[in-house]
């Protein structure tokens, strides 16, 4: 089992090492992958992640909790911490991140190298047959490309039937969690 390519049904999008992306920060262009490695908050599970993926140099968005102390309610209210919430605490307690700030992602911003790759690509042979809507919708987002931003329109499909993936009860429940479903 490996984080290589998934589905987050809370972004629409696939997921994961193998998916060539681009930062989700509002007007950069750096070409990353949507692995754990570029997650907000470096980790899936982290109570403050936003979910979103970033380059190097818009990861580091947080309010840590050595700073909490010195904001005002005014401050507080707009990031919407409660110094008195137990996982606040403990985060001021070991300095850790409480929340990030990171802006809102680009709904649809893909990828020009991905979208190649899903349309073109052998494996993904019966994906395209049973989306057809999203190849268009794809196909339209690569002719209309910003160098290698595209933006993909959202496309309504019926639920396709997902195949049955065997992984341990651990994992099945973290991704549960996080809204991830596994796809080929």
């Known amino acids: ?17 193998s998916v060539s992306a681009i930062c989700d920060h509002p007007g950069c ?13 470096e980790n899936i599970n982290h109570n403050a992640t936003c979910g ?3 380059c190097a140099e818009h990861r580091e968005n947080y309010v ?19 110094p008195n919430e137990s996982a606040v605490q403990d985060a001021i307690d070991d300095c850790e991140i409480v929340r990030c700030k990171h802006e809102p992602i680009e709904p649809g911003k893909e990828s020009a190298a991905w979208l190649k790759h899903v349309l073109k690509d052998p494996s993904w042979e019966q994906w395209r047959q049973e989306n057809p809507a999203q ?4 196909r339209e ?19 396709q039937q997902q195949q049955a ?18 796809s080929k």
């Open 64 to 82: 840590y909790g050595d700073e909490v102390e010195d904001m005002d309610e005014d401050e507080l209210e707009a990031l919407g911490i409660d």
């Open 29 to 41: 262009a750096v070409e990353i992958d949507r692995g754990l490695g570029y997650i907000c908050c």
């Open 141 to 159: 987002a690569l002719a209309n490309k910003k160098g290698q931003v595209c933006f993909v329109k959202p496309v309504h499909e019926p639920e």
């Open 1 to 17: 089992m490996s984080w290589a390519i998934g589905f987050s049904k809370n972004q629409n999008r696939d997921v994961g090492y």
């Open 135 to 138: 190849v268009t919708a794809y």
């Open 165 to 182: 993936i065997i992984i341990k009860p651990a994992l099945a429940a973290c991704l549960n969690e996080m809204n991830i479903t596994l």
């Open 52 to 54: 979103a993926f970033y």
